[in-house]
């Protein structure tokens, strides 16, 4: 059982370049989220997946965007990428059922520069 | 606007001593406080959650304690152990609007032997 998947693991970006970040769950998950992660700032969510076919803006949305792509898939994109989004992301899916725990579940990262 | 605040940014406990981190939030709305764990190269992983209608949760040597009135709630570890040593998130979550999770800032704890 892989649970959450993210690739890549690392990435080198020019300024300007754009690149998609992949994630993937196996655990039939409705919810799943990208958040960054910066020293100093905690986790900050970026944006969020409900269920599958909507998504909406979290707490620092710009210069992102998102594609639920089905139930399993959520893909972020760097359109154009800046230094400022130097950071390790991470994408998570959240557990779902009666009184569910509400438990993330987290993927291993994206540590991403942008020289 | 940091919804969720977050002390201290470091912290460092003699093996055995007691652990405490606190957190404040503003948005009476939320209605679960889970505190995640983190160790280096990792992703964050659930350690003990609260609703606020109980002042206090314990699992194991990990405890929360909740303040409604007041907003607060705190994470205490007993008898900490080296093996604690990582960063330590609060966080805030409200049943609506697709469950979004909001975390702190993140203490980084280290546990001297």
């Known amino acids: 059982n892989a649970g959450v998947t993210q690739t890549p693991k690392f990435q080198v970006l020019k300024t300007g370049q754009s690149m998609t970040l992949q994630c993937a769950q196996d655990?039939?998950?409705?919810?799943m989220y990208w958040y960054r992660q910066d020293p100093g700032m905690g986790l900050r969510l970026i944006y969020y997946?409900?269920?599958?076919?909507?998504?909406d803006k979290g707490e620092v949305p710009n210069g992102y965007n998102v594609s639920r792509l089905n139930k399993r898939e959520f893909s972020l994109r760097l359109e154009s990428a800046a230094p400022s989004q130097t950071s390790v992301y991470f994408c998570?899916?959240?557990?779902?059922?009666?009184?569910?725990?509400?438990?993330?579940?987290f993927g291993s990262g994206t540590q991403l520069s942008v020289l | 606007q940091q919804q969720v605040k977050q002390s201290p940014q470091s912290l460092i406990v003699q093996k055995g001593g007691i652990s405490i981190i606190n957190c404040a939030y503003e948005?009476?709305?939320?209605?679960?406080f889970p505190w995640y764990q983190q160790f280096p190269g990792k992703g964050p992983a659930l350690l003990i959650a609260?609703?606020?209608?109980?002042s206090e949760k314990k699992e194991g040597r990990f405890t929360i304690s909740f303040n409604k009135s007041a907003k607060q709630f705190s994470l205490h570890i007993m008898d900490s152990q080296p093996g604690d040593s990582a960063t330590y998130f609060c966080a805030a979550s409200m049943n609506t609007g697709g469950f979004k999770t909001i975390f702190g800032a993140g203490t980084r704890l280290f546990v001297k032997a």
């Open positions: 609260i609703r606020p209608d109980v």
């Open positions: 948005n009476t709305a939320f209605d679960y």
């Open positions: 998570a899916s959240r557990s779902t059922g009666a009184a569910a725990n509400e438990k993330l579940f």
């Open positions: 997946s409900a269920s599958e076919g909507t998504t």
């Open positions: 655990m039939n998950h409705n919810s």
